[in-house]
């Protein structure tokens, strides 16, 4: 699965953008936030990916930060909400609102965003309101800082392995502190070795 890009942006869209990576052109859907947030077509960039792979169709959504990834991955999780609503949704609200609106059980803020309905709020908070973050709280997935391709690969690795995705940063950070860049097989051993203390 693809988990990240880094490469030139060919063009962007409010809710698309085109990222070259060695020759290849990646479609990928982006939110309203990640959107503002890019440089100008013809910049280098660099997107955490979420593939969605459907029979009849693989697609790329794309976000600058970490943490919506997270809470969009964490939005898939909802019966009901797909890839595409999960996107309008990360659109509608910035993801530190949407967070308070979700563990505030905040249903008229929600039901603003379009295309969330009153059911689709009360699922998104009977759901999620236990698995966000507190505002403020000291959560890995909204401090870590950008993950290299190869980190990224080391975390997918942890959470294939079966670990949840938090423990897996946490064991990274832990494995990088204070030391240069390290090759996949030397990161991975010391994440996993800290994790099976």
Do not use: C
Request: aromatic letters at 4%.
């Amino acid at each position: 699965m693809i988990a990240h890009l880094r490469g030139t942006l060919l063009a962007k869209h409010p809710n698309q953008a085109i990222v070259e990576t060695h020759g290849v052109g990646y479609d990928v859907a982006i939110s309203i936030p990640t959107f503002t947030e890019m440089p100008a077509a013809g910049a280098d960039v660099a997107l955490h990916i979420h593939t969605h792979v459907r029979e009849d169709a693989l697609s790329l959504y794309g976000f600058l930060r970490l943490a919506e990834k997270h809470l969009f991955e964490k939005l898939l999780t909802v019966s009901g909400i797909g890839p595409t609503l999960a996107i309008k949704i990360l659109s509608g609200m910035p993801a530190d609102e949407m967070v308070g609106a979700i563990r505030g059980g905040d249903l008229a803020r929600l039901t603003r965003i379009p295309g969330v309905g009153r059911k689709t709020a009360e699922r998104m908070v009977l759901e999620l309101r236990d698995k966000l973050p507190a505002p403020g709280a000291s959560d890995t997935s909204m401090s870590t800082p950008q993950a290299s391709p190869i980190e990224e690969d080391v975390i997918s690795a942890l959470v294939n392995l079966g670990y949840q995705r938090t423990a897996a940063e946490r064991a990274l950070l832990a494995a990088r502190s204070g030391k240069s860049p390290q090759s996949f097989d030397l990161l991975f051993r010391e994440a996993l070795g800290s994790l099976s203390k």
